[in-house]
């Protein structure tokens, strides 16, 4: 592997090699607080022997510790000169592989060829199309993400809680989502508008939603709470066009009370509401 020292801030890497123009409209925002960058593969809890996808590796700072701890390294950089660059940086080793391209548009299990690790300081712009994307089946074993704090807020929510929401809900239904660290926005160069968080993501075995369901169960959360201020009671009426029996009779079924709102719901009572609407003829 070639040798290197640090990138710099200044438009030169640390061999005095120019870097690539910063493309704002990518998101870009590099990572320079060691401390950070250590944070986010210690959250990864690698024993060595794993697959790592990386989503936006940039100038390569978290990717040169990731190549590291594990034993291939997948990484997926959309900007084109970032790629060339990272592609001459690791021509010497074999175990990483850089992809160009889209992460939207890239098939993530079939660029790691087997059980997985993702990892990703991810451009902003996309966040949540990315939480979902890596969340098709079949899934990464966990991914720990550096995103807006506000949004680390509301995956990590509970049920009650001011954040918690649809985004809430419906990561939640298919994973574990735990807030790890609060990172300032002085750790990125150039530093962004907002302040930023690591949250890991660790998919369940028993997720609460089956992947046939999954379309029909975002909908109905986003329905949901976007009356989230009335009673379950009313909200069935209103989404199912039944009257107030027999939406009392599904929100039974489902094990929900009729007058408690949509913000106080674990996930998988949108679930069993899924269910039970379901088998409710006419609904
Ligand atoms: N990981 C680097 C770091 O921590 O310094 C860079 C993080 S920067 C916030 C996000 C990176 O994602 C940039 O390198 C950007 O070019 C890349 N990116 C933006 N959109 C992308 C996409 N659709 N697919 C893959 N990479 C993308």
Redesign the pocket.
Known sequence: MPTRGRPGASGADGDGRALPPV?KS??????HDTRVLNRIVDALQLSGGETVLE?????G??TDRLAERCRRLVI????RA?AKMLRERYAGRPSVEVVEG???TTNLAAAAGGPYVLAG???YY?TTPILFHALEPPRPARAVYLVQREVADRLTAAPGSRAYGALSVNVQALARAEFVAAVPAGAFRPPPKVESAIVRITPLDRPAVAPEDEARFHALVQQLFGMRRKQMRRIVRAVASLDAGAADAVLHRAGIEPEVRPETLAPAAFARLLAALRATPGS
Do not use: S
Request: negative net charge; without cysteine.
């Open positions: 493309r990518l998101g870009q925002h590099f990572l989503i936006g590796p940039g100038r700072a978290l997926i950089e959309y900007d970032l889209d992460v939207l300081n991810v451009p996309i």
